[in-house]
C-alpha cells in the first residue's frame, strides 16, 4: 500500500482526495492536516510515503513545510498542489525537494497515477510543465547566469558519460521507460544512474536534475 498524507487547509478540498484516492485499492490516506504546522507530528505518527501539500495555507505554508521534512532523514516524498502552472511558490518548492506538483483540478486518474509514479521514483511533470517551469527559473536569472553556469557544469563534470547522458534525457523530461529505450540500458540500471546522479550533485529529486542540466546549457 501506498500511504498518503492529505495536506491542505480546504476540508472540501481534503474530502475530495480522499475520496479520489480511497477508490484504489493501492493507496491508503493515513491521516489528513489543514496546516503545514502539523505536517511533522503525523510524519512521526503515521510515516506516510508521500505527502500531498498545499502550497498556500494561512500559518505554515506549503513550502517551509516542505524544506522542513526535506531536512529530515529519510523524508517522505512530497508533492505539492496549486491552482497555477507556473505559480512562484512551485517553483520554490521543486527547488527545496518537493518530487512535483500537481493542479487540484486534476482528474481522480491522473492523482491516482501521479501518487503511483512519484511512489516508483517517477517525476510528476510531464515535458511540457518542466520546460514551462525551466523558462520561469532562467527567465528569473536572464541578467546574469554565468556564475550559475558554470556551476551547474563544473558540478555535471562529477558523472560518468552514462550517467550524463542519462542526466541530460531527465533534463529533457524523459520517464525512466523512455531513457531505457533511448540508451538502450534496462529500467534496473537507469534508475540506479538516477539514484548515483542524485548522490553526486547532492540533489533530491529528478527536477533538480532538470534544472542543473538546462543551467549547464545542455538543454
Known amino acids: 500500500m501506498i500511504r498518503v498524507l492529505l495536506v491542505d487547509d480546504d476540508p472540501l478540498v481534503r474530502s475530495g482526495l480522499r ?5 484504489a485499492g493501492d493507496i491508503e490516506v493515513v491521516a489528513e492536516a489543514g496546516d503545514g504546522g502539523e505536517v511533522s507530528a503525523l510524519v512521526d505518527e503515521h510515516a506516510p510515503d508521500l505527502v500531498l501539500m498545499d502550497i498556500r495555507m494561512p500559518e505554515v505554508d506549503g513550502l517551509e513545510a516542505t524544506r522542513l521534512l526535506r531536512a529530515r532523514p529519510h523524508p517522505p516524498a512530497v508533492v505539492m498542489l496549486t491552482t497555477f502552472k ?9 527547488s527545496a525537494g518537493a518530487a512535483g506538483f500537481l493542479l487540484k483540478h486534476s482528474s481522480p486518474a ?11 521514483g517517477e517525476p510528476v511533470l510531464s515535458p511540457a510543465v518542466t520546460e514551462q517551469l525551466i523558462a520561469r527559473v532562467t527567465q528569473d536569472h536572464r541578467t546574469d547566469r554565468r556564475p550559475e553556469t558554470t556551476e551547474a557544469r563544473t558540478r555535471l563534470n562529477r558523472l560518468g558519460e552514462r550517467e550524463r547522458e542519462v542526466a541530460v534525457a531527465v533534463g529533457q523530461g524523459k520517464t525512466n521507460a ?9 529500467l534496473a540500471t537507469v534508475k540506479a544512474h538516477v539514484s548515483h546522479i542524485l548522490t553526486k550533485l547532492e540533489l533530491t529529486n529528478r527536477v533538480q536534475i532538470a534544472l542543473t542540466v538546462h543551467h549547464a546549457g545542455l538543454v
Do not use: F, H, P
Not at 19 to 23: A, F, V
Not at 113 to 119: L, T
Not at 178 to 186: D, G, H, P, R, V
Open 19 to 23: 475520496l479520489m484516492l480511497s477508490g
Open 178 to 186: 523512455e531513457i531505457a529505450a533511448e540508451l538502450y540500458m534496462s
Open 110 to 120: 491522473e492523482i491516482v497515477a501521479a501518487v503511483r509514479r512519484v511512489k516508483a
Open 86 to 94: 507556473a505559480d512562484e511558490q512551485v517553483l520554490s518548492a521543486l
